[in-house]
């Protein structure tokens, strides 16, 4: 159980262009969805916290109207990069949470990981 | 501000050393704690995690924690490293605040295991 995917896994585009990656809870309510970016050989940083239908809450320094999160649904939460500029390539992972006590659920506050999206902009 | 410091920026052991991998918190509330490690390539998976009760956890592949409330501390530990663990490693903790569920990650440590 537990289990969030992410997609696509990989995308290569042009300076300028704007990217969407999807995430999804599959088999548990997602309450709460996370957005991190991993540079190479560095760690994780928390860019913003996304509740079902409320607007997200960005980190200090994450520019919300270039990284634009949408948590529509219990299952889906998505990430566009607006014009995207090669400084945006980066690892993009995003991770979810339910309420403790709700079905597949943890108890406590735990967060369960995609496996990441690795974008590259030209 | 709330932070986690992992001090072994790079690690290089021979198989069948021994491993241990420190993880320091800043926090004086109740916290989880997790252990997750990366290999090349690939995405986080969680070696283990500490929410209560018994302060030394075990985890997957032969991995345990041990966390020590007075320190602020959460190593990791493996008794006998194999090639196969060459991988980065992250620590995360979770402050129990209410209304969060925000994770803060170490900024990792590079394990390389020579065969």
């Known amino acids: 159980g537990a289990v969030v995917s992410q997609h696509p896994s990989w995308v290569i585009c042009k300076s300028g262009t704007s990217v969407k990656i999807e995430c999804r809870s599959l088999?548990?309510?997602?309450?709460?969805m996370f957005w991190y970016r991993q540079f190479p050989k560095q760690s994780l940083m928390l860019m913003a916290t996304?509740?079902?239908?409320?607007?997200?809450?960005?980190e200090q320094g994450v520019e919300k109207d270039k990284f634009l999160i949408n948590h529509a649904s219990l299952t889906l939460s998505t990430l566009t990069v607006t014009s995207a500029h090669p400084e945006d390539s980066s690892f993009y992972i995003c991770?979810?949470?339910?309420?403790?006590?709700?079905?597949?659920?943890?108890?406590?506050?735990?967060?369960?990981f995609g496996p990441g999206t690795r974008l590259t902009v030209l | 501000a709330q932070s986690v410091s992992q001090h072994n920026h790079h690690v290089i052991l021979s198989e069948a050393a021994s491993l241990e991998l420190g993880c320091n918190y800043s926090y004086g509330g109740t916290v989880n704690l997790f252990w997750y490690v990366q290999y090349p390539g690939q995405h986080l998976q969680l070696l283990l995690k500490?929410?209560?009760?018994?302060?030394l956890v075990k985890g997957i592949k032969g991995f345990e924690a041990e966390f020590i409330k007075s320190k602020f501390s959460f190593n990791l530990r493996k008794p006998s490293v194999q090639w196969s663990d060459t991988a980065e490693y992250f620590c995360a903790v979770n402050p129990r605040q209410p209304g969060t569920y925000k994770y803060i990650f170490g900024t990792g440590t590079r394990l390389k295991v020579l065969a």
């Open positions: 088999d548990f309510q997602a309450t709460t």
């Open positions: 500490y929410f209560s009760g018994d302060p």
């Open positions: 996304s509740n079902e239908g409320s607007k997200a809450t960005y």
């Open positions: 991770s979810a949470s339910t309420l403790p006590g709700l079905a597949g659920g943890s108890s406590y506050n735990e967060q369960f």
